[in-house]
């Protein structure tokens, strides 16, 4: 027999084979036995945690000659044999990602007036069917309307947002959620001592960390590491393979980052290596924080030794860390450099600190390092009519290269990221140099354009008083006015 990867192998054919999906599989084991069978049913949730297994163990029991009482395809009749082999004729497999023009999918809804030629329906699974174009999603919608009742459309996708409102609410929506480590962990100890592969706990746990929840991945992962292994998995090889650094690391790493010691923090990460998974090492020191924090609040000492010496850190300092990291994860997915993703959040979390801040204020409040005069420069900014007219209440400090730029409560709240881009690019072009940029509401109006200008206006109107009063014109032209005031009070209206 040829050999076949994990993933396949072990790939669930009946319901009760699927890990970490348990609503998901009752209730759709519910909706066969009481007959209450949907026309469409839309998968969702991340890559590999079962979308479209699911989906073939749903078709194959709707096929089923010999459906069991538990709702189960028998996976020995005619039909689930077909779709077990790939070969079946009434369940039709389409990727949406390499077939979505209207072409494809008018072809395809041309087949589903026929009958089944076998089965007692007529199945469609289109597997990532967010990446249908506008017309193909029109298409298939007319058809979901009133579908022939021989007829029934399976949507898998990893990316629900994407998908129109009015194909949603023709589905019925079975969510899958990212399968837990644990769960991931007891099904490679099953799978492992079937395949006859002797491994550590820890090294499961290893596996299953990195499979982010992924069932399919952790399995790809595994075969990766197998091999490596010769098939005796231990904790220190895999870590090697996987790029997962020890405990060791990640602990010395968040002390250089509470001591502030960014020549060390950033030789742990040089150690680390450039190409290694640098989310998965960011994750790992986020994981770290969280424990730690968990155990101040438990008030007790880790299990893990290396928490132990950071129990006494500032409970706020570590979710300001948390928190950070947080943030910071999101950048990976931009495509850019993740090494420099995670060099600068490290750079962040020490420099922004609660404490750091307050040795070494980015935000500057002594009037004599007032570097540029503010409301002149103003007028030359070159700035969008919007951004320009909030920057009128603004006062600004320029110390170095830190721009402290101060805004009425009210505009602060209401100032976008694209006005702040255009705010900041307007002053670094116009004084030629890189700022760092701070925000907060500490404004002086005296320093603002806006204060000036009413300066220059009551100015202005005063010096044309002064004119005029010199003027024998206006003398006579008032004097002839007489002018009565009149009170008005409210008693003598009536
Ligand atoms: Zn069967």
Redesign the pocket.
């Known amino acids: 027999m040829s050999y076949l990867v994990l993933a396949r192998k072990w790939r669930p054919i009946r319901f009760s084979e699927v890990v970490g999906q348990e609503h998901a599989v009752s209730a759709l084991k519910n909706s066969i036995s009481s007959k209450n069978i949907h026309h469409a049913y839309l998968f969702t949730g991340t890559r590999g945690i079962g979308k479209t297994s699911i989906a073939r163990i749903l078709a194959?029991a709707l096929?089923?000659?010999?459906?069991t009482d538990n709702s189960e395809?028998?996976?020995?009749?005619e039909?689930?044999n077909s779709i077990n082999d790939g070969a079946a004729i009434d369940f039709i497999e389409i990727d949406a990602a390499s077939r979505r023009g209207i072409e494809d999918t008018k072809n395809l809804l041309e087949t589903i007036s026929y009958l089944p030629s076998s089965s007692n329906y007529k199945i469609y699974l289109i597997d990532e069917v967010h990446m249908l174009t506008p017309e193909s999603f029109n298409a298939l919608l007319k058809n979901l309307e009133e579908p022939p009742p021989h007829v029934i459309f399976m949507f898998a996708t990893t990316e629900y947002k994407k998908i129109l409102p009015t194909i949603i609410s023709r589905c019925l929506q079975v969510n899958l959620n990212p399968v837990s480590k644990k769960t991931i962990e007891n099904k490679l100890a099953e799978i492992f001592s079937k395949e006859k592969i002797k491994y550590d706990e820890n090294s499961l746990g290893l596996i299953s960390e990195a499979a982010y929840g992924s069932i399919r991945d952790a399995l790809s992962i595994s075969e990766k590491v197998i091999s490596f292994c010769n098939r005796n998995l231990k904790e220190k090889e895999v870590r090697e393979v996987l790029g997962i650094p020890e405990p060791e690391v990640i602990a010395r790493l968040l002390k250089s980052i509470l001591d502030e010691d960014v020549k060390e923090a950033i030789s742990i990460l040089e150690n680390y290596g450039e190409y290694e998974d640098h989310e998965f090492l960011l994750k790992s020191l986020m994981d770290l924080i969280q424990d730690i924090a968990i155990s101040q609040f438990e008030k007790k000492s880790s299990k893990k030794s290396n928490h132990n010496n950071f129990l006494n850190t500032d409970p706020s300092k570590l979710q300001f860390l948390f928190q950070l990291g947080l943030t910071n994860l999101k950048y990976f997915s931009f495509g850019y450099d993740s090494f420099s993703i995670l060099k600068m959040t490290l750079l962040k979390m020490i420099a922004f600190s609660p404490e750091s801040q307050k040795k070494n204020p980015l935000i500057i409040k002594d009037q004599e390092n007032f570097e540029i005069d503010w409301p002149k420069i103003f007028k030359d900014l070159n700035l969008n009519g919007m951004s320009k007219n909030l920057l009128k209440q603004a006062s600004v400090v320029l110390y170095e290269n830190k721009l402290k730029i101060s805004l009425p409560k009210n505009i602060l709240v209401i100032l976008n990221d694209d006005q702040k881009n255009d705010i900041e690019k307007s002053f670094k072009d116009f004084l030629k140099k890189d700022l760092i940029c701070t925000y907060d509401d500490d404004v002086n109006i005296n320093q603002t354009p806006e204060n000036e200008e009413k300066n220059k206006d009551k100015g202005f109107k005063k010096n044309i008083k002064k004119i005029m009063e010199k003027d024998k014109n206006y003398n006579e032209i008032v004097s002839t006015l007489k002018v009565k005031s009149v009170k008005f009070n409210k008693k003598n209206e009536t």
């Open positions: 194959k096929n089923c000659s010999k459906l395809p028998c996976n020995n009749c039909s689930c």
